[in-house]
């Protein structure tokens, strides 16, 4: 089965998360979702993981071309990663 990741924005910048998720779904990943982040003053994209290491989180960023990778505990919803869209990616 594809990867299951969540798209959020980051950066505030309007359809920015869509861009991403679209970038990502033309790849072979499987899209839950895409929102807004808690915050938009993610200046860097993050690549939230939920095991060390995630040969998941290095794809994404290999894709995505930039990203920090951060591991998280998982959250109590249905995907394997989250993309925080910084205002790095914004402007790709």
Known sequence: PDP???VLNGCGEAGAAAKVAEKLTDRGFKV???GNAASFDYSQST?????????LAEEIRAVLQCGTIVCVS???HDV???VIVGRDLSKA
């Open 80 to 82: 394997e990663a989250t």
């Open 47 to 55: 690549i939230c993981a939920y095991e060390s290491p995630s040969a």
């Open 32 to 34: 839950a979702r895409t």
């Open 74 to 76: 998982r959250p109590a």
């Open 4 to 6: 299951v990741v969540e």
